[in-house]
């Protein structure tokens, strides 16, 4: 095969964008600029950038998933106006107080902005408040649920980060919160004490464990002991009370028992009652529910859906 000698016009400031340091891809791309394997360099450079972006534009989307879809992060961190979230404000803070007898809070500014954000946050700070519950000079309030999220796989913790990076940044101005006592973290989900790897995701109900972790399903469907969340007894009995303005709703009992539980309801009822709000019965469920499925676990993708719901189906009967 002749190769025949090619020269490519190229504009000076082509030629300054294109410069890049030849020690980075093997020398024999970089033979002299007459050489006919300057066009192949060219080409090979272009895939790579292409692969590059195609990459990048993958984790953001991954990172877009697992914050709308799963973890709900809108829900704390974005103000909500009369028809939901005000999304021109998003991750801007949100409305919502959380109170406790150690704690007083509001959802933090989690936008980019350097200054009443997180813009001015390293990855490692980012990942510590996600994954630790740990701000940059207090342990957060136990409310942001760091336990539920340390299942995270390094990729996917990678991606929240991109994407909550390439939000708009938002100034605010939060009244200050309000923390004393002792700040720990919740138990987490048995067997989602550690992060996940890619590998352990490709098995169906370890899949489930680790979706049922980032929705913090368990944070409302755990029953207590001894007035404190018992995951290892109580994992999925419910009996959690929410005070909404629609009044008062109690979580449900989502383990396999027949009558108590959801173990008579067939997988399609499950399915509906996830993503869409619906009970059994075909009437609402309560707003904390019904809100979350509407706005975020209507999301999910067919796949995850069935694999949370084949991880309920394991919950041992509980009264």
């Known amino acids: 095969m002749e190769l025949r000698k090619t020269r490519l016009a190229l504009s000076p400031e082509v030629e300054e964008k294109m410069r890049i340091d030849r020690t980075s891809i093997p020398s024999l791309l970089f033979l002299s600029q007459g050489s006919g394997f300057l066009a192949l360099s060219v080409f090979v450079f272009l895939i790579f950038a292409f692969l590059s972006a195609c990459a990048s534009g993958d984790e953001l989307a991954r990172g877009r998933y697992l914050v709308e879809a799963l973890m709900a992060c809108d829900n704390c961190h974005t103000p909500r106006g009369p028809d939901g979230y005000d999304m021109s404000l998003r991750f801007s803070g949100g409305t919502q107080v959380f109170s406790e007898k150690d704690y007083i809070v509001r959802g933090s500014n989690i936008s980019p902005d350097h200054h009443a954000g997180i813009g001015a946050w390293s990855d490692a700070r980012i990942r510590a408040a996600i994954v630790e519950g740990v701000g940059p000079t207090r342990r957060l309030a136990p409310v942001m649920p760091s336990e539920s999220y340390r299942v995270l796989t390094p990729q996917d913790l990678k991606a929240i980060i991109g994407f909550l990076r390439a939000a708009a940044p938002?100034?605010?101005?939060?009244?200050?919160?309000?923390?004393?006592?002792?700040?720990?973290?919740?138990?987490?989900?048995?067997?989602?004490?550690?992060?996940?790897?890619?590998?352990?995701?490709?098995?169906?109900?370890?899949?489930?464990?680790?979706?049922?972790?980032?929705?913090?399903?368990?944070?409302?469907h755990t029953g207590e002991s001894g007035g404190a969340s018992d995951p290892k007894g109580r994992l999925g009995a419910g009996g959690k009370l929410f005070r909404t303005r629609a009044g008062v709703a109690v979580a449900s009992n989502i383990t396999s028992h027949p009558t108590n539980g959801v173990g008579a309801w067939t997988d399609e009822e499950l399915k509906r009652a996830i993503t869409h709000g619906i009970g059994q019965n075909g009437a609402p469920l309560a707003p904390t529910m019904a809100n979350l499925s509407r706005a975020h676990f209507s999301k999910m993708t067919e796949e995850d859906v069935d694999a949370l719901v084949a991880w309920i189906r394991t919950l041992p009967p509980r009264e």
């Open 170 to 220: 938002v100034s605010s101005s939060l009244p200050p919160q309000q923390t004393g006592g002792a700040l720990e973290q919740r138990p987490a989900i048995p067997g989602a004490e550690a992060p996940f790897t890619d590998a352990d995701l490709s098995d169906r109900l370890k899949r489930g464990l680790y979706l049922a972790s980032l929705a913090r399903c368990m944070s409302c």
